[in-house]
């Protein structure tokens, strides 16, 4: 077995009960590191690629107040998400990327879109469309608008099982 494939086995073997039963996955993910912008806001655009466990750019710098266009690119060999918020908010969001592979959402390299429309109950669905994040197959983009709230600990990550850990994530700093 490969290592990655070992690490991954790993990491979802550490996951907590609560990931389990946590279900559905939706519900605003950026609290604390801003509010979704207007790309007509935006003061610039930033190019960011994904590869496997690795951003380029692997930090930025922003203004308390400045929104930000992001394109985002997926150049790996695996699905990846690019996320903006605050460590605390990335850990939870792990546990709920978790249920998205222990359901067959997110697959190695590829996601099952029709997966993501399962009704998990209660109005929720697998769905990863929060407006500080998206979640990529090899080879496409998309573009995340957001807009910083004041100074804090905010970072972008991928939050896909095993990534962040791998040390998928990057810096926001505050000019």
């Not at 605003?28 to 466990?53: C, F, L, Q, W």
């Not at 380029?56 to 060999?77: A, Q």
């Amino acid at each position: 077995m490969k290592a990655s494939k070992i690490f991954l086995v790993a990491a979802s073997m550490s996951m907590s009960a609560a990931a389990i039963a946590a279900g559905a996955h939706d519900g605003g993910h950026g609290a604390g590191s801003g509010e979704p912008g207007k790309a007509s806001e935006a003061s610039r655009t930033i190019t960011v690629e994904m590869y496997d466990n690795y951003y380029d750019p692997e930090e930025i710098s922003v203004k308390p107040g400045e929104t930000v266009r992001f394109m985002v690119e997926n150049k790996g060999k695996l699905v990846h998400e690019f996320n903006v918020g605050t460590p605390d908010m990335h850990e939870a969001h792990q546990e709920e990327m978790m249920m998205m592979v222990e359901h067959g959402v997110i697959q190695g390299g590829k996601l099952n879109h029709d997966m993501m429309n399962m009704d998990m109950g209660n109005g929720h669905s697998m769905k990863h469309d929060d407006p500080n994040s998206v979640l990529l197959e090899p080879g496409q983009s998309k573009e995340v608008v957001w807009k910083f709230s004041e100074k804090g600990n905010i970072e972008f990550a991928c939050n896909v099982p095993g990534h962040y850990q791998a040390g998928m994530y990057g810096e926001v700093n505050f000019e």
